[in-house]
């Protein structure tokens, strides 16, 4: 809604750009995001740093968008939603003069290109778009790494169709393939040799799961919602469902397909890329074989851990060979999942046999030595063993240090410092513990895209010591933030592991104000999600 008296875009008061009509169909529009992203046909009007524009024009003129000053200036993504265009209605000859035009100004050498150099103004485009979009969807920052979250949701906009289709739009400018359609990207890609029969049938596969996956969302949350559920729901309330609606999809295999075919294809397009920035080389063979080779087993086993089929993550995990470069990186995998089973005896083992091994052959492991460290420290905690927990931790710090510099502060130290601080708690020094809860809190505010887990883990741990230290009012404030994180993380009705660690915890903190019937609440809730998943074996996450 473009009415000034509820949504000003042209302003710079966010005050005046409030109202927000879920309702009203949005009409013809190239992409509806507003102010700046918007693509409607008015387009938009002059504010005080940008003059007006609007994109009914002639043909010649609606070229001039793709002109690289023009380019540069709007940002390219309109430049690109432009570039593309198919007839719906009217005159095929304005569209055959415009796409004709189009084509001119994208093969015109490009003014960023050396003197011998014969690079064009859509090729720089497409590496230039490239190079970002491989940062800014990278799997490491997404669902993998740091961000691997057992039993979250995902955002089949932005985790499943955008990686995918921005890649190929991408491609397409720097290989001189002038089509609306991805799958025609595809097949000319082929044709040119650029990529294997084999690797077309996958890429097709990728993006028509991302497609069909992201249609099914949104027809069934009723709209352009993108949340999604791998996992089941344990029942619905009336409170519950006045949340985000969440499309729940559970063919695992499907999912499992699209992730792992869509980050080799990434892994490919990022090397593609870095070898031109660095070396200003063309490969084509890249993306046909990828120069460096990555595990498939600890992938997959890592993305069945994500799903919560913890079985299936183990099969896998154990599947690479004990010759592979990876093989340490399965033992911390096995570890892994040996914790969400409750089974902290095998996971110690496994968290001490692949720093062994990594040890051995240093010069051949892809461990993440800081992460093993840290999974080690944690399964200790879990057994009681707190002072080899602290010691471990201290190590891997030193280790942080070492590696990032004296003062770096990273995702993965914060996470360090805060099971350091739990071991703290575990031994009884609250005050220090408190202290460096604190500063882990400081350290997640300065950084950037720290795992809303790691906020929620901070948060109850906080409340803990807290609780220790008679400090009841503190403590249920951040467990109520916490809680209402996890929601936002998981949904209120998972069927999720990590989301039964959350609810006991919060019993534990309830229990400790004195607040023994919502304390109740939360271990009934908690002891109902770990039957559901686990049934009635026994679990000693379940000794509550």
């Known amino acids: 809604m473009g009415i000034e008296q509820l949504n000003d875009f042209q302003s710079s008061d966010p005050n005046t750009n409030w109202y927000y009509d879920s309702e009203t169909p949005r009409g013809i529009s190239f992409d509806g995001a507003m102010p700046w992203a918007s693509k409607t046909a008015l387009g938009r009007m002059a504010t005080k740093n940008k003059p007006a524009l609007e994109l009914i024009r002639t043909p010649e003129e609606m070229a001039k968008l793709q002109d690289e000053e023009i380019a540069v200036k709007e940002g390219y993504h309109l430049a690109d939603i432009m570039s593309r265009a198919v007839l719906l209605f009217g005159d095929q000859a304005l569209l055959n003069e415009y796409n004709e035009r189009v084509a001119e100004k994208l093969n015109a050498k490009s003014s960023a290109a050396e003197v011998k150099s014969t690079e064009t103004v859509g090729f720089t485009r497409g590496m230039k778009q490239m190079a970002l979009d491989v940062c800014t969807y990278h799997p490491q920052f997404s669902y993998l790494g740091e961000h691997c979250t057992v039993g979250a949701l995902f955002d089949a906009k932005k985790q499943f169709y955008r990686l995918i289709s921005l890649l190929l739009s991408d491609l397409g400018l720097i290989f001189d393939i002038r089509s609306p359609s991805p799958w025609q990207v595809i097949s000319e890609l082929q044709t040119r040799g650029i990529i294997s029969g084999s690797e077309t049938v996958n890429v097709n596969a990728c993006l028509s799961i991302a497609n069909e996956i992201r249609l099914k969302t949104y027809f069934a949350n009723d709209g352009q919602k993108e949340l999604l559920s791998p996992v089941p729901q344990y029942g619905i309330t009336t409170e519950q469902s006045a949340g985000p609606p969440i499309f729940r999809y559970f063919d695992e295999d499907i999912l499992v397909r699209l992730l792992s075919t869509s980050n080799d294809i990434h892994q490919r397009c990022h090397q593609f890329c870095l070898k031109y920035i660095q070396r200003n080389e063309i490969d084509i063979s890249i993306l046909r074989n990828p120069s460096v080779a990555s595990s498939k087993a600890i992938l997959i086993g890592t993305l069945y851990y994500r799903l919560q089929n913890f079985h299936k993550a183990l099969e896998w995990m154990k599947s690479e060979s004990k010759d592979s470069p990876d093989y340490s990186a399965s033992l911390n995998g096995q570890g892994m999942i040996h914790n969400e089973y409750g089974e ?201």
Not at 350 to 357: P, R, S, T, Y
Not at 359 to 379: F, K
Not at 482 to 499: I, M, Q
Request: proline share 1%; aromatic share 8%; hydrophobic share 40%.
């Open 344 to 544: 902290f005896e095998k996971s110690v083992k496994c968290f001490q046999n692949a720093l062994e091994v990594h040890y051995q052959n240093e010069g051949n492991s892809n461990l993440s030595v800081l992460r093993c460290l840290d999974n080690l420290a944690v399964s200790l905690l879990r057994i009681g063993q707190y002072e080899t927990a602290r010691i471990k931790l201290e190590e891997a710090i030193k280790k942080h240090n070492e590696i990032y510099g004296e003062g770096s502060e990273t995702i993965t130290l914060s996470r360090l410092m805060q099971n350091l601080g739990l071991a703290y708690h575990e031994l009884g020094n609250m005050s220090l513990a408190v202290e460096t809860f604190k500063e882990v809190q400081k350290m997640q505010n300065r950084l950037t895209d720290v795992p809303d887990r790691d906020v929620i883990q901070l948060f109850l741990n906080i409340a803990l010591s807290f609780t220790e230290l008679d400090e009841h009012a503190q403590s249920l404030e951040y467990v109520k933030q916490a809680l209402h994180l996890s929601k936002k993380l998981f949904g209120e009705a998972d069927l999720s592991t990590e989301l039964s660690l959350i609810y006991v915890n919060a019993g534990t903190v309830y229990e400790h104000c004195n607040l023994n019937n919502e304390a109740l609440a939360w271990y009934k809730r908690s002891l109902e999600l770990l039957r559901l998943v686990f049934g009635d074996s026994p679990h000693p996450a379940r000794t509550v």
